[in-house]
């Protein structure tokens, strides 16, 4: 076959590809061509740079900034100012913070993650999973896919948050329709509807959360993050819920 037909045939130089099945299925022959063809790689669709061998991507993490999520002003001049709400939510998020915002913010945090929380988590996991065995022993046979991986996170991340487990449905709709943009405000512009409603879902729905936990406080993230102090310094109510939207979507 002639080296320009077998090169018009090439996947396009994208990691949006990953989401093409045959891709995904076998992604290494598209992450040899980054590295080898364009190691620093500018992607359109994804507007955003790719970096992809070794030592540039510690150059990157060590000397440039993790705070990439687009100002109002930026989203406009790309057409995509219906993502400010997004925007709004994702620059008081620790995943996108340099120091000293991200020291902070990490400082805090640090105080609900305890080894004693995570113990109680192990113990709590394990219940979940007998719960999600037991309903499916009778019948002899299972989906591992929507009887275990589907549920089990959703449900042990939502006692982790502190909030109801029969929420982790809608929670964890939500977390993917946000999932779909994370990091990217131009990966398909069919689901900005679907990922505005689920910002807006979520900020509510965690509000509500936050303000009930205040009035009756209970175990879980949001409490921790509500008591958590260092010299005199809190959290806010928005850093609240904007960091437990990205616990939430992680989960």
Do not use: C
């Not at 398909?188 to 807006?200: S, T, W």
Request: overall charge neutral; aromatic content about 8%; cysteine-free.
């Amino acid at each position: 076959m002639p080296a320009a037909v077998e090169k018009k045939r090439a996947p396009v130089l994208s990691l949006s590809r990953l989401l093409d099945p045959e891709i995904l299925a076998n992604p290494y022959p598209l992450y040899h061509r980054l590295r080898s063809e364009a190691p620093v790689h500018w992607d359109p669709f994804l507007h955003a740079w790719v970096v992809t061998r070794y030592l540039d991507v510690l150059t990157v993490l060590h000397r440039f900034s993790a705070h990439r999520t687009p100002a109002p002003e930026q989203l406009k001049a790309m057409g995509l100012e219906s993502f400010t709400p997004v925007a709004q939510v994702m620059v008081r998020q620790m995943l996108f913070m340099d120091a000293p915002a991200h020291t902070r913010l990490r400082g805090l945090a640090s105080y609900a993650f305890t080894p004693g929380r995570v113990a109680f988590l192990r113990t709590y996991i394990q219940q979940v999973m007998d719960q999600l065995l037991d309903k499916v022993q009778g019948s002899r046979r299972m989906d591992v896919i929507a009887d275990i991986a589907a549920p089990l996170p959703a449900i042990v991340t939502a006692k982790m948050l502190g909030v109801p487990a029969q929420d982790h449905v809608q929670l964890k709709d939500w977390s993917a329709d946000f999932a779909q943009m994370l990091g990217n405000f131009q990966h398909n512009p069919d689901h900005i509807p679907a990922a505005l409603r689920a910002v807006d879902g979520m900020t509510e729905y965690f509000r509500r959360a936050v303000q009930e936990t205040r009035r009756h406080p209970r175990e879980g993230l949001i409490h921790s993050f509500l008591t958590a102090e260092v010299d005199g310094d809190r959290f806010t109510e928005d850093e609240i819920i904007a960091n437990v939207i990205v616990t939430m979507v992680g989960g």
